[in-house]
């Protein structure tokens, strides 16, 4: 589940996620470890290019990923929705070491720029590419419940 949402986000998250349009897509992006900002600073960003544009760096060498089997799952018994989808893998992934993988929204991937890319949610991750495969389970990226 995400470790934090983006405040451009918060609320259009399950929307944007189940969107039928042709040239859109939710893209996975990884940040490098070296220069990467706080959960505080990094969700104020509204725009990928924003983000990229601070501390942060996107680490190009394994590259975006666009996310398959999007579901979104609404669960009145616990009032909630999730947003799941599949696993996420980087074939012979080399590069700097990362610490985070944010999931963008992309209105579209026809020809679209960092500035229309909509940042959703951040994962905390810690890795260092070795030349091997590497797989990000994905389980409910993000869950949104009523609050009291």
Request: overall charge negative; hydrophobic content about 45%.
């Amino acid at each position: 589940m995400a470790n934090i949402v983006f405040n451009a986000a918060l609320g259009k998250i399950a929307h944007l996620a189940s969107l039928p349009a042709t040239n859109d897509a939710l893209i996975a992006v990884p940040i490098e470890t070296s220069g990467i900002v706080s959960d505080a600073t990094m969700r104020d960003y509204d725009t990928l290019a924003d983000l990229l544009a601070g501390a942060s760096n996107e680490q190009t060498t394994m590259g975006r990923k666009t996310l398959a089997s999007v579901t979104v799952t609404v669960d009145d018994t616990n009032d909630r929705v999730a947003v799941d989808c599949a696993d996420i893998t980087w074939t012979a992934a080399t590069g700097n070491a990362i610490s985070a993988l944010v999931i963008c929204y992309d209105p579209d991937t026809t020809g679209g720029t960092d500035s229309d890319l909509v940042p959703l949610t951040k994962h905390d991750v810690s890795l260092t590419p070795d030349g091997s495969d590497i797989t990000i389970t994905v389980a409910d990226f993000f869950r949104a419940t009523p609050s009291a």
